[in-house]
């Protein structure tokens, strides 16, 4: 199957130009066309379908056959009906028909015939051979054939491409992370709001609390922690002071920053990583899927059989109206109905199912891909774990109190603080936290204040340090080992309890991992935060391997290296860190919560954020293959059957398979595909 290349018939490969979802993001400036371009592809498809929906009513009417088996020829016949039936038709054959006649020239030049020969092929022959009956060659007319083959395609076509809609806008996403405007500093210390193109390497800007920062640079004045969880996958706010450098992009905590430009544009960072994630997506591999190879063979046995039909009748003595009419209805017969819904039906349908379940499928050809996935790598931050802190054990380092009371105290200190520790230790307290009085924060150290008539403080090992209080507790040692976040409880200034955070582990992380290596599938984990904390995650989840550390430039790198063992890889992650890994990995799979670059550069959605969807992702995968391979079966199987009957091989037996016989095989051929494609639901 097609890495990434979503298709399963090309009109828009062929005469559209439209090469791979990589190709529609193209620069950036251009990203949004690639995906206007496609829909008004969508939007194209839909009304030649309709339009010819509603020029097909009267060909059938005005059709000598279909009077004929409805007993209309007395009601409806009058002079001139056959010339009025080919005015519909013509029109239907050169508006509907052009894009398969068009897409039939684009798959001549690069000499890979497919789907679009066979189509283009059978409504060539059924048009010119039924205008030729019109106006003088003894024969029957193919126009109904010929309506309806073109309706049928159209449709299949129009349900595919409409189930790939929304195809790559990872550019523009990225883009949009970056603030549209920047607080400039004059050299009199006072503002101005300028567009972040003017800004220049040396110029200074302000960043207040809760801001972008614009553009990568250094921190010259203030102290802040900046949220660059996004970018670089680290769970944890990063503490910024003078002389630090920032990333354009990450989002600023609580204080105010003036921050010295060092790189714009296509220096940037953010620059970078889209540079990557188009790298990426347009390295993708493109092969023909299963309905293209069966066109081929099928545009291979029309030609020949066809041929063959013609030169035996004319051989065994029969006029050229018989094999003519003999050779159509092959020609005619050999290009199914089935085939043009055979892949699109059972898309339409898993693609519902999957949405029921909260899982967008954004790229068909990576996702049937999925069901020959043997490794998964997942991101840390915001996918394995929830991208927030969690107490994850407290320590009391005096046994006259219970670790409910130390968080409990600590709690009732930190109600007052929207730092990232604060809030992570009041949401563990289950019961009611006392009130505090005289609260004072300790500028990057901690809190203090009285609570129950005792002064309390939650502090950082290194306000310990400074003042010289020792903990030598082993469990202490563990947990600053792995590296958790361990802030210490202090009653009238002494050490009495160790609370140790972590981004929490997802529940369903947990279980995720062991249905998947139940299904032999290698479990590994990839992460720009630091060791220990990986070390962590990866023993508590039993992963297979971790890649801790990574910078969000080796990312996709590191997934290329796993398929060059001869992996099938899926990642999963929701950063923007993760977007040019997700781009690279066969199959690229994001947390619905995340960025929506991630989102973006995905192949398949989880909207509910929850790890367990990619079980289900890669089982639906498989059951959604099977159902396409007995669609096409089907639909090219029947053809071993017809062929010979339409072409007359039990002709002196009396048995002759006639056009209306052969379109019912059709009919037939195309219920039972759209059948079985419905029975995916089961």
Known sequence: ????????????????????????????????????????????????????????????????????LLGLQAIISFPGQRYLLFLLSSAIFF?????????????????RPGMMTLIALAITVAYGYSSAVVFGLPGKMFFWELATLIDIMLLGHWLEMKSVLGASRALEELASLMPSAAHRLRADGTTEEVPLEELRPGD?????????????????????????????????????????????????GEGSLVVEIRRTGEESFLSQVINLVREAQESKSRTQDLANRAALWLTLI????????????????????FALERTVTVMVITCPHALGLAVPLVVAVSTGIAA???LLIRNRGAFERARLVNAVIFDKTGTLTRGEFGVTDVVALEESLSPDEILRLAAAVETNSEHPIARGIVASVKGEIPPVEEFRALAGKGALGRVEGREVMVVSPGYLREKGLEVADERVKRLLDQGKTVVFLLLEGKPVGAIALADVIREESR??????????????????????????????????????????????????????QGHIVAMTGDGVNDAPALAQADVGIAIGAGTDVAVETADVILVRSNPLDVVVILELSRATYRKMIQNLVWATGYNAFAI??????????????????????????????????KLLKI
């Not at 972008?212 to 900046?226: L, M, Q």
Request: charged share 20%; aromatic share 6%.
């Open 356 to 358: 029921k379940r909260g």
């Open 511 to 564: 279980e995720a991992i062991t249905r998947l290596k139940a299904r032999g599938i290698k479990c590994l984990m990839l992460t720009g935060d630091n060791r220990q904390v990986a070390r962590w995650v990866a023993g508590e989840l039993g992963l297979d391997d971790f890649l801790a550390e990574v910078l969000p430039q080796d990312k996709a790198r590191k997934v290329k290296e796993i398929q060059t």
């Open 302 to 321: 029309a030609l020949s059989a066809g041929s063959l039909t013609l030169a035996v009748w004319l051989f065994l003595g029969q006029d050229l109206a």
């Open 644 to 677: 010979p009957l339409a072409a007359g091989v039990l002709y002196k037996y009396g048995l002759l398979l006639s056009p209306a016989i052969g379109a019912l095989f059709m009919s037939l051929s195309t219920v039972i595909v759209a059948v079985n494609a």
């Open 1 to 68: 199957m097609d890495n990434h290349s979503h298709h399963t018939v090309s009109p828009h490969d062929s005469h559209l130009g439209h090469a791979s979802h990589g190709s529609e993001t193209g620069a950036s400036p251009h990203a949004s066309h690639g995906t206007s371009h496609h829909g008004d592809m969508v939007a194209d498809f839909r009304r030649r379908f309709w339009i010819c929906l509603v020029l097909t009513l009267p060909v059938l009417l005005f059709s000598p056959l279909i009077q004929k």
């Open 204 to 252: 200074r800007v302000l960043v207040k609390p809760g801001e972008k920062i614009p553009a990568d640079g250094v921190v010259i004045s203030g102290e802040s922690a900046v949220n660059e969880a996004m970018l670089t996958g680290e769970s944890r706010p990063v503490s910024k002071k003078p002389g630090d450098e920032v990333i354009g992009g990450a989002i600023n």
């Open 95 to 111: 508006y509907g028909g052009y894009p398969f006649l068009s897409g039939f020239l684009g798959e001549l030049r690069r000499l």
